[in-house]
Antibody, heavy 118, light 111 residues
Framework: QVQLQQWGAGLLKPSETLSLTCAVY????????WNWIRQPPGKGLEWIGE???????NYNPSLKSRVTISVDTSKKHVSLKLSSVTAADTAVYYC????????????WGQGTLVTISS | QSALTQPRSVSGSPGQSVTISCTGS?????????VSWYQQHPGKAPKVMIY???KRPSGVPDRFSGSKSGNTASLTISGLEAEDEADYYC???????????FGGGTKVTVL
């Protein structure tokens, strides 16, 4: 059973950089695209982007200029960085995995609430 | 690109059927057979219920079914049960630039 455990700072000030990390357990790191998806409080899901073990990425065009997703295959870690945050970036951020070639997100982390406030 | 359009809420009594629509465009829902549906209970991570328009992952009850016509996909829950009360989100592949887009979500209430 694939397990995703994520962590990172939960409170940031406007203009700072959001940084989250997700560790993958009990699964091959290869053969997956590892996604970041967020959900503002009381609102719907928004796809941020994804990366595979080779470092190939896909990003949401509306966030692309501020987002960097990276992998450390030796640690089976996936990282998200979102720069120049504002209050609109306040959300629960999920790490999630889908098998390459399958348009279905099967595995989800526990979610991390990140609040942007001065 | 705007989110896919879903009704904000639907409701039904136990045993009844409810259908949730998800309307997009020819660039997403209508252009690819890669629509998925996610169930989310309060405070929990989403769970995939349908993928590739009408396929059910292992373990998902066959009360859940999906379909698509033109630019609109639908999720039907037959034989509604109390545990089906949750938020449901559609999601579509949207091409190599936009890539993936979600619907705004629908709250299903079991009366």
């Amino acid at each position: 059973q694939v397990q995703l455990q994520q962590w990172g700072a939960g409170l940031l000030k406007p203009s700072e950089t959001l940084s989250l990390t997700c560790a993958v357990y009990d699964a091959s790191f290869n053969g997956y695209f590892w996604n970041w998806i967020r959900q503002p409080p009381g609102k719907g899901l928004e796809w941020i982007g994804e990366i595979n073990d080779s470092g190939s990425t896909n990003y949401n065009p509306s966030l692309k200029s501020r987002v960097t997703i990276s992998v450390d295959t030796s640690k089976k870690h996936v990282s998200l960085k979102l720069s120049s945050v504002t209050a609109a970036d306040t959300a629960v951020y999920y790490c999630a995995g889908r098998i390459v070639g399958v348009q279905r997100v099967d595995h989800w982390g526990q979610g991390t609430l990140v609040t942007i406030s001065s | 690109q705007s989110a896919l359009t879903q009704p904000r809420s639907v409701s039904g009594s136990p045993g009844q059927s409810v259908t949730i629509s998800c309307t997009g465009s020819s660039s997403d829902v209508g252009g690819y057979d890669f629509v998925s549906w996610y169930q989310q209970h309060p405070g929990k991570a989403p769970k995939v219920m349908i993928y590739d328009v009408d396929k059910r992952p292992s373990g998902v009850p066959d009360r859940f079914s999906g379909s698509k016509s033109g630019n609109t996909a639908s999720l039907t829950i037959s034989g509604l049960e109390a545990e089906d009360e949750a938020d449901y989100y559609c999601c579509s592949y949207a091409g190599r630039y936009t890539f993936r887009i979600f619907g705004g979500g629908t709250k299903v209430t079991v009366l």
